[in-house]
Nanobody, 115 residues
Framework: QVQLVESGGGLVQAGGSLRLSCAAS????????MGWFRQAPGKQRELVAV???????NYADSVKGRITISRDNAKNTVYLQMNSLKPEDTAVYYC?????????WGQGTQVTVSS
């Protein structure tokens, strides 16, 4: 069982920055893939960024160049650094972890970008 606790969401103006953190209850070295998804009102949950145990990353086209995912194995934490935020980035952001074959989700943190 893996528990994920997100933090760092909030309200920011367009063009601003936020850093989300996701702390895992187990060593993230045991986790195959970690990442972030988001869900805006009335829309499906979508991938933002993921990082695997080797550090390989993958990003949604809509966030490339603005958002960076990273992991700190010593702190069992994954980060999402979000810069140049846009109103369309407004959503609930969920931390995700996959320990094959099981997927785990955090409770979500709200990010609101005002224009």
């Amino acid at each position: 069982q893996v528990q994920l606790v997100e933090s760092g969401g909030g309200l920011v103006q367009a063009g601003g920055s936020l850093r989300l953190s996701c702390a895992a209850s187990v060593s993230i070295r045991r986790i195959n893939v970690m990442g972030w998804f988001r869900q805006a009102p009335g829309k499906q949950r979508e991938l933002v960024a993921v990082i695997d145990s080797l550090g390989t990353t993958n990003y949604a086209d809509s966030v490339k160049g603005r958002i960076t995912i990273s992991r700190d194995n010593a702190k069992n934490t994954v980060y999402l650094q979000m810069n140049s935020l846009k109103p369309e980035d407004t959503a609930v952001y969920y931390c995700y972890a996959r320990v094959i074959p099981v997927s785990y989700w955090g409770q979500g943190t709200q990010v609101t970008v005002s224009s």
